[in-house]
């Protein structure tokens, strides 16, 4: 029995939860997956796992068998990757999901740039901001925002995301605007829910150094970035959110910083992928590239907003771009068929001319 293809074969049926899939990703028969388990087993005089009908689980001892496994794969993995040639460039499909406003306006207009360094990547880019099952959907590596809960997954911080409070004029000229924090009673928010838990986020405060946590009444709740913020244009209640996406309405007068002084508090970025793609030369080649393109970003690394290089990352790096191409010249004008015939002389007055 091959051992370090029983290694391969045991932890694909892991991650995957399933025969069928494992053999359907390692282009082998689901009877030869099932054979290489159960010589796996008998070699180890071990059960590795607990069989049903509907489901797969480890046992005790597959559990530390699946961790041993994983780190040698993945040792072996870094090992071929020291030793192939410095030109041999990286191929294959990478899956990955990131939240739908970070995928358009930072990833998507940047792209290019990895595509140049990787030509035989294949991204397939998933958009969305509901919770994703790794192992379930056969996602690489995920990037989300704030807090992490999935403990089983490795977690590398990529930047800082900047939040801003704000609202629309016309919300501003019904309500007014608030002055304090307290003042913030008689206002209404458009709440961001979380599609897992359903809760509302927390609205928070930077005040004299600590973060301050604030009860705030709810006219409407979604749990989409970009809805959210098309509540908050609309005049529905006061908003946070990434200032990234908050810069061109604000500087468009479309939406209004509330209380600037009390800043909310930064959320951090951070990219996600299970351990058994921990080494994944791809996967780090990803996340060394996104983590540099957010680190060029003051929006997305915690830095002072004002910087002047918050205009040139993702999407707002392309409108500047527009903004310095030329102005197109007009073309000259032709004349009309009715010009061009009064304005032709005959050959006979330019040859009476010519005598003259």
């Given amino acids: 029995m091959d051992r370090f293809q029983a290694m391969q074969v045991f932890v694909r049926v892991v991650d995957a939860n399933s025969f069928t899939r494992a053999a359907d990703s390692l282009s082998l028969p689901r009877t030869t997956v099932t054979t290489i388990i159960q010589n796996l087993e008998r070699l180890l005089g071990v059960r590795l796992l607990n069989r049903t009908t509907r489901r797969i689980g480890l046992t005790p001892d ?28 990286l191929k294959g499909r990478l899956r990955i999901d990131v939240p739908t406003c970070i995928g358009r306006l930072i990833l998507i207009p940047s792209l290019c740039d990895f595509h140049d360094k990787y030509p035989d990547v294949e991204l397939v880019l998933g958009l969305g901001d509901r919770p994703v099952d790794m192992v379930q959907e056969a996602v690489d590596c995920v990037i989300r925002s704030g807090d992490l809960e999935d403990s089983s997954l490795v977690a590398r911080r ?11 004029p016309s919300y501003i000229a019904r309500h007014g605007m608030p002055q304090t924090i307290e003042e913030l009673g008689r206002h209404h928010a458009v709440h961001y829910f979380m599609s897992r838990s359903g809760r509302n986020c927390a609205w928070n405060f930077k005040v004299d150094g600590k973060h301050q946590e604030v009860e705030m009444k709810g006219t409407v709740a979604v749990n989409e970035a970009g809805a959210y913020l098309d509540c908050g244009l609309k005049g529905f209640g006061l908003i946070q959110t990434p200032r990234y996406m908050a810069l061109p309405h604000l500087q468009s007068g479309e939406l209004i910083e509330v209380l600037p002084q009390w800043k909310p508090g930064a959320v951090p970025m ?18 060394d590239w996104v983590a ?43 004349a009309t068929l009715t010009e061009a015939l009064l304005g032709r002389r005959s050959a006979r007055e330019e040859a009476a001319e010519y005598a003259l």
Avoid: N, W
Avoid at 308 to 331: D, W
């Fill in 62 to 89: 597959g559990a530390g068998y699946y961790q041993h496994c994983v780190r040698i794969l993945a040792d072996v993995e870094e090992t071929e990757a020291c030793f192939q040639e410095a030109a041999l460039r």
């Fill in 292 to 334: 540099e393109l957010f680190a060029s970003c003051p929006l997305l690394s915690g830095r002072d907003e004002t910087d002047p290089a918050a205009l040139t990352c993702g999407v707002f790096k392309t409108e500047a771009a527009k903004a310095r191409l030329p102005a197109p010249q007009p073309e000259p004008a032709r």
């Fill in 270 to 287: 951070s990219i996600l992928y299970p351990q058994s793609r921990q080494l994944s030369p791809k996967v780090r080649a990803f996340a």
């Fill in 158 to 168: 990529i930047g800082m995301l900047q939040t801003v409070t704000c609202a629309s």
